[in-house]
């Protein structure tokens, strides 16, 4: 009998795995896992949300954000514009309760529903929009959160999804930065979806209120960026918001669907022109 030299089938020194492999396997098993928890987590909170009144949010909230609120002077008469324009634009709506104004001495161009009823407008946003239909979208749009309860929404599901997260991983643990895209990706896409529905109604209420959609995608032309409209192609799907040319191509869109005119616009109340 010849003999023939070879190797052991099985060799305690010599390892057969493959360790990028494995982690990449391990590190998509893990991201779906937590993808289809968020989601689950994601319609406990939809659910919860439905059960809270307008008057228990305000009793919650109601010592939330004061010091902003309270650094407002509500004697300002672009404030007192603002707010009888958003009590204009709730019928067209169907809010009825009622909401607050609270204008923000800062140049950012933002407006935001927060809990307790109460829209903060940055003073910056009055910079960028040049007529009442303009400005009016503006409103509904966050009018529109109201409605849908999506400030509650978006705020139960980032608490929960941080919760869930630190909780899996450990609190600020390596492992906690590595999946916090996952985590990011998952409320984005949510969030874009909510930015869509309420510019949807929106533009119902400029329709409402005015019979037409002139102004409606104004403050997108102010806020698009020069340049390149592809050259954040990816970047806006981590965004809360969908980008501002995406959104002004869906209100066009829109508009054709509802069969709502574009129209001449009104000028922007005087009290409200910028007084610079």
Same mark, same amino acid.
């Given at each position: ?18 360790? *990028?492999?494995?982690? *990449? ?12 928890? +968020?989601? /689950? ?10 059960? /809270? @009144? ?5 009793? /919650? +909230? ?20 603002? %707010? ?9 709506? %169907? /809010? ?33 929009? *040049? ?30 999804? @941080? ?5 899996? @991983? ?33 533009? %119902? ?11 409606? @995608? ?15 192609? +990816?970047?806006?799907? +981590? ?35 910028? %007084?610079?």
């Amino acid at each position: 009998m010849e003999y023939k030299p070879s190797l052991p089938e099985n060799n305690d020194n010599v390892s057969h795995d493959q360790p *990028v492999r494995e982690f *990449v396997l391990l590190f998509f098993g893990i991201t779906l896992f937590l993808l289809i928890v +968020f989601w /689950i987590l994601g319609l406990f909170v939809d659910r919860a949300v439905n059960y /809270i @009144t307008p008057e228990m949010e305000a009793a /919650i +909230f109601s010592s939330v954000g004061g010091s902003a609120s309270e650094s407002v002077d509500n004697s300002n008469p672009r404030q007192a514009g603002l %707010q009888r324009m958003v009590d204009a634009l709730r019928d067209c709506i %169907q /809010i009825g309760y009622p909401l607050k104004v609270h204008l923000i001495d800062l140049d950012d161009a933002n407006a935001f529903a927060f809990p307790g009823g109460r829209i903060f407008i940055f003073n910056g946003l009055l910079d960028k929009v *040049v007529s009442e239909n303009g400005l009016s979208f503006v409103l509904a749009h966050e009018l529109a959160h109201f409605k849908n309860r999506d400030h509650l929404r978006g705020m139960g599901r980032g608490i929960v999804f @941080t919760a869930v997260s630190a909780l899996l @991983t450990g609190a600020g643990s390596d492992l906690t930065q590595l999946f916090a895209p996952t985590a990011n990706f998952s409320q984005a896409q949510y969030s874009q979806e909510r930015e869509r529905m309420a510019d949807e109604q929106a533009l %119902q209420v400029l329709g409402c209120y005015y019979g037409h959609a002139g102004g409606a @995608t104004e403050f997108f032309e102010a806020m698009k960026p020069d340049g390149d409209k592809n050259s954040n192609v +990816f970047g806006h799907y +981590f965004s809360s918001h969908p980008e501002a040319v995406e959104r002004i191509n869906n209100l066009h869109r829109l508009a054709g669907k509802m069969n709502l005119p574009v129209k001449k616009v009104l000028p922007l109340p005087a009290v409200l022109v910028s %007084q610079e």
